[in-house]
């Protein structure tokens, strides 16, 4: 019994403390929002909200953040369409090739993500495109492809065909029992995946610096500013993502729960 | 993730119904060609890179196409060390992020089960770091560690494991959640030892995960140049076949180099992974 006990209390101390590991630098750069820092953010020197009250105060961070999210939303626009589609196919229809298309979508993920951009530089550079947002977008919607398609055929694989069946029995259309029977019930994988695909993209640094050119995201802007210090103004945009996100996170949550109560009560 | 949603998706396609097959190619046609064209091409392409010679013109970033096998033998000789130095950073980094993952995927998984509140935090809490900038959060350690600590092997390896916790925890979690209690409580009526358990029924039954899990980490680690660059943890003596990469292609435009080096990357993962995968009896995963 007494390896038991042992057993009990390890679980518990080491679980807290990867938490806190994992949670740390978090509260690290929170508080560093609020540091009376000016161009040097590296040592505490008093709390202020001066740069929450002004977070574009250091030069080009807003841009660079701005940038980041439109090709966020570009990337996520046409990752989830094309990958969704390509998730519907995959679990539906039977052809020829199935598994080599598989391996296709699936080895982006397994790829590290210095080849992924060394690659695409690479092409780009042969075909001489100019480096960019534009080329920044197509980077990014390959990879969100993957993810996507991973994301939904999830959804697909797990729905109930005989609610599809009993609509074409109501003599519903094809495009009919589409738009209105399986894109709705898709839709909370689809939304999924969406937000999963805007998260890789707005957090990518690694493809993006080698296709990007002098073309500046939020992530590169941390990167570039690392040696002489980062803005205080970056930790105050970063922190309104992440406070943004887990209020998301928290709302989804409860009304999940709450529905699924209601559910359990009829 | 991926690994495990891929494997149990791919059990579900045998009920897929055969219907019109113009319809699958409308639906799949504008995604694969997209896949075709920028990730497919531009792997050939690194190949072809690769194999390249430098132009006559001896100008910097001009290169010919040629068939240039030397290149391969001239990188490993010269870049060894960094290749040596990513794998050995890449698997310290794995098991050390194992070691500090499984405890807290079980406490959420299996201790935490019966209450499904505190298990829903526990998990936001897991997956939290990846609402705020992943360079932010590496280069707040470069703060809080001590700086005698900074720019040494253990920096990188810390940062690195730091990096990949959710990527470990997240898949380990998905196992155990799926973990039948009455199987543990079964080994201890046998009059197993907790670890005899553990080690006879536990961990078996979460190998997925851990696989999983070890993949996930360890190949996106091996290429990672944030954490060994000068700027985040690193120092002139920790650079990673990454940081290689990005300064031969961005900086010194040596492209050969750069595609040299990522296809050699590539090739060491392909063959650790294969290995790896099929002495853990989980190829079905793959």
């Known amino acids: 019994m007494k390896h038991f006990s042992l057993g009990k209390a390890f679980v ?14 978090i509260f690290y750069v929170i508080a ?30 807003c841009q660079a953040f701005g940038n980041s999210i439109l090709i966020g939303v570009v990337a996520t626009i046409i990752a989830t369409v ?8 995959l679990v539906r229809y039977r052809f020829k090739f199935r598994s080599t298309i598989s391996l296709l979508l699936f080895t982006p993920m397994a790829t590290p993500e210095v080849v992924l951009g060394a690659g695409l530089a690479a092409q780009f550079l042969l075909a001489g495109v100019e480096k960019g947002i534009g080329t920044v977008i197509l980077a990014h919607t390959m990879f969100c492809i993957s993810y996507v398609v991973v994301a939904v055929k999830a959804r697909v694989a797990s729905l109930n065909p005989a609610i599809e069946e009993a609509g074409r029995d109501l003599y519903a259309s094809p495009g009919q029992v589409f738009w209105r029977i399986t894109l709705p019930m898709l839709m909370p994988g689809i939304i999924g995946a969406a937000l999963l695909s805007f998260a890789l993209s707005f957090d990518d640094f690694i493809i993006t610096n080698f296709n990007s050119g002098t073309a500046n995201t939020f992530p590169k802007f941390i990167y570039t500013s690392a040696l002489r210090g980062v803005p ?26 709450t529905k699924q109560k209601r559910l359990a009560r009829q | 993730m991926a690994f495990t949603a891929f494997s149990a998706t ?28 920028f990730f497919l091409a531009p792997f050939i392409q690194l190949v072809i890179t690769s194999l390249q010679a430098p132009a006559d013109t001896g100008g910097i970033g001009d290169y010919v196409a040629a068939f240039q096998f030397s ?48 298990q829903g935090l526990a998990l ?14 590496t280069l707040a350690w470069k703060q809080i560690l001590p700086s005698e600590v900074i720019g040494t092997d253990f920096s990188v390896i810390f940062g690195l494991t730091y990096n990949f916790i959710p990527f470990m925890t997240l898949p380990i979690f998905a196992s155990l959640q799926q973990l039948d209690l009455r199987l543990v409580e079964a080994g201890s009526d046998l009059y197993a030892s907790p670890v005899t358990t553990f080690r006879k029924v536990t961990l078996p039954l979460s190998m997925p995960g851990v696989v999983s899990g070890t993949l996930l980490s360890f190949i996106p680690m091996s290429g990672d140049y944030v954490n060994a660059s000068r700027e985040f ?28 080096l990522s296809i050699i990357l590539m090739a060491i993962i392909l063959v650790i992974v294969a290995t790896y995968v099929r002495r853990s009896g989980t190829e079905d995963l793959l």
Not at chain 1, 82 to 89: N, V, Y
Not at chain 2, 124 to 137: C, D, G, T, Y
Request: charged fraction near 5%.
């Open chain 2, 233 to 260: 943890l690193g120092s002139t003596s920790t650079p990673m076949i990454g940081n290689v990469i990005e300064a031969s292609f961005l900086q010194t435009q040596n492209y050969p180099l750069a595609a040299t």
């Open chain 2, 10 to 37: 791919a059990a579900a396609a045998p009920h897929a119904p055969r219907k019109r097959s113009w319809t699958a190619l409308i639906l799949l046609a504008p995604g694969i060609a997209y896949m075709l064209l």
């Open chain 2, 124 to 137: 936001i809490l897991v997956i939290a770091p990846f609402f705020i900038s992943f360079l932010l959060r």
């Open chain 1, 12 to 25: 518990p101390v080491v679980a807290s403390v990867a938490l806190i590991y994992l949670l740390l630098p």
């Open chain 1, 232 to 257: 205080a103004q970056a930790n105050v945009l970063a922190s309104m993502v992440f406070i943004g996100a887990i209020i998301l996170v928290i709302v989804v949550q409860v009304v999940r729960i």
């Open chain 1, 82 to 89: 094309l990958g969704s589609a390509i998730a519907i196919a």
């Open chain 1, 32 to 61: 560093f929002s609020f540091n009376d820092a000016g161009r040097n953010n590296i040592t505490w020197r008093g709390f202020t909200l001066d740069n929450w009250t002004n977070p574009c105060g250091a030069p080009n961070v």
């Open chain 2, 71 to 118: 290149n391969y033998a001239a990188a490993i000789q010269e870049y060894w060390p960094h290749i040596l130095r990513s794998f050995v950073y890449a698997v310290i980094a794995t098991i050390a992020g194992l070691i500090i993952s499984y405890p807290l995927a079980y406490l959420i998984g299996v201790r935490l089960r019966p209450y499904p509140m505190l």
